[in-house]
């Protein structure tokens, strides 16, 4: 929610349009790597219907503001795809949320925001999340 509440209000502040992109875990064609570009479309995979149906509902959320707004499920590295689907879209900004999660977690994981803001090829607004106390 403060991730959209955020995106609105910059995509208004801006007059810009909005894509809602969701990277799915990648699947492999050869040799346990991804080769090429996978946008998911419909029929939607059983195990993608979740992603799918909460990008629809934040398309629905950002779309009564007035905003327009597209989205894009794909399938990828989440840090190289939100790049390259970002050059491709002509983006000026991405707006990403970050977990919190800890220093060990990103040690060993990694961190999506961390990863994007590092390429240093687009200003990035990392929203964070609320910590437990203020849910």
């Known amino acids: 929610q403060a991730v959209l509440a955020m995106t609105v209000d910059v995509a208004k502040g801006l007059g810009a349009e909005v894509l809602l992109i969701n990277v799915a875990p990648r699947d492999p064609d050869v040799f346990g790597r991804q080769l090429k570009r996978k946008v998911i479309s419909d029929p939607v995979p059983e195990e993608l219907i979740d992603r799918r149906t909460l990008l629809d509902e934040c398309a629905a959320e950002i779309g009564q503001s007035g905003i327009p707004c597209e989205t894009l499920l794909i399938r990828g590295d989440p840090g190289r795809t939100l790049l390259r ?51």
């Open 85 to 135: 689907e970002a050059e491709t879209w002509g983006a000026n900004l991405i707006i990403m949320g970050s977990h919190g999660r800890g220093a060990l977690y990103r040690k060993l994981v990694g961190s999506v925001s961390k990863a994007v803001m590092e390429t240093r090829r687009f200003p990035v607004l990392v929203v964070p999340a609320p910590l437990a106390d203020e849910k």
